[in-house]
């Protein structure tokens, strides 16, 4: 997948193309749905695929208030997508001034002089241009007037759960991993970099990455049966990891801790990606340290056996 930053960089640079409009938060499965058109309309048109997106989130600069924290840094974003299969992706960084386009203006100018457009895909409830004017039945009025293709996804379902980046936020930050896996269609990933700790861990019987997260959501306050990838190939370890504050040592700061199961060597300074699968307990404060090294044994054990069940052991 080729990657722009900024459409003026892609600016023409082919004859045709299928543009998917979108923030894409997360690439869940309705994303996918939108992305698996744009990529049929574009073989069938013989043109190229291109998804066009904004960072940093549009709410983040015209409401910061009100932003979501979001699922995905902008590097997962973009490999989510090109996993996908599509041609390239174009990121726009979203401005104020870039706000105050008029929807025609958008239309024309970025859309069609810029990406060259024939047919666009968006969701059902997309809006674009100055104070979100431009409608879904605008984009269809404008793409009628100028001879382009404009399909309006309609919304998408798993089970009776509407696929949405919002109820996946809502389950990450709730704990409720395994129904953001769902509507996902993969587990939550969160990444960062091993840093210094307390030292904690080995002194309690397992040595851990304390990670410092580039993604803005974080799960819930519990400790959980996870997948943990290493290195530039991300090579996948079996692990637990605690997301919390750790209450049997009262005043402490929210840490991201993860024991990677039959690891050995130092991991200080390497990014990595730790795949939320399944909770298996909250965080609680422990009577003495003796009944923490108890539990996180036992966790440990819990978590193994999961894993050799399931194959990733």
């Given at each position: 997948m080729d990657r722009y930053f900024g459409s003026e960089k892609f600016a023409r640079l082919?004859?045709?193309t299928v543009v998917a409009l979108g923030n894409f938060d997360g690439v869940h499965l309705g994303h996918r749905y939108i992305i698996e058109r744009t990529i049929g309309i574009a073989k069938r048109l013989k043109a190229a695929s291109v998804v066009y997106t904004f960072d940093p989130h549009p709410v983040r600069i015209l409401a910061p208030e009100s932003c979501p924290k979001l699922i995905q840094t902008i590097g997962q974003r973009l490999s989510s997508l090109e996993a996908l299969g599509i041609d390239a992706c174009v990121v726009e960084t979203f401005t104020h001034d870039y706000a105050q386009q008029r929807p025609d203006d958008?239309?024309?100018g970025i859309l069609i002089g810029r990406l060259g457009a024939i047919s666009v895909v968006v969701g059902y409830d997309f809006t674009f241009g100055y104070h979100r004017g431009g409608t879904v039945e605008l984009l269809e009025r404008l793409g009628k007037e100028r001879g382009v293709e404009i399909i309006a996804v309609e919304a998408q379902f798993a089970g009776?759960?509407?696929l949405s980046s919002s109820e996946i936020r809502h389950f990450i930050a709730s704990g409720r991993v395994e129904d953001a896996t769902a509507l996902l269609g993969?587990?939550?990933?969160?990444e960062g970099k091993v840093v210094s700790g307390k030292g904690l861990g080995g002194y309690l019987g397992a040595h851990t990455a304390n990670i410092a997260p580039a993604n803005e959501l974080l799960p819930g306050s519990g400790v959980y049966i996870t997948v943990t990838g290493l290195g530039a190939e991300k090579k996948k370890w079996p692990s637990v990891t605690s997301v919390g504050t750790n209450p049997t040592f009262p005043g402490g700061a929210l840490t991201v801790e993860t024991h990677l199961i039959g690891f050995e060597g130092d991991l200080l300074g390497r990014v990595l990606e730790v795949e939320f699968i399944k909770k298996m307990r909250d965080q609680i404060a422990f009577p003495s340290v003796e009944k923490?090294?108890?539990?996180i044994a036992a966790d440990i054990e819990k978590a193994r056996k999961f894993h050799e069940k399931n194959g990733t052991l």
């Open positions: 082919r004859a045709g958008f239309f024309t009776e759960a509407l993969r587990h939550y990933a969160l923490l090294h108890d539990r």
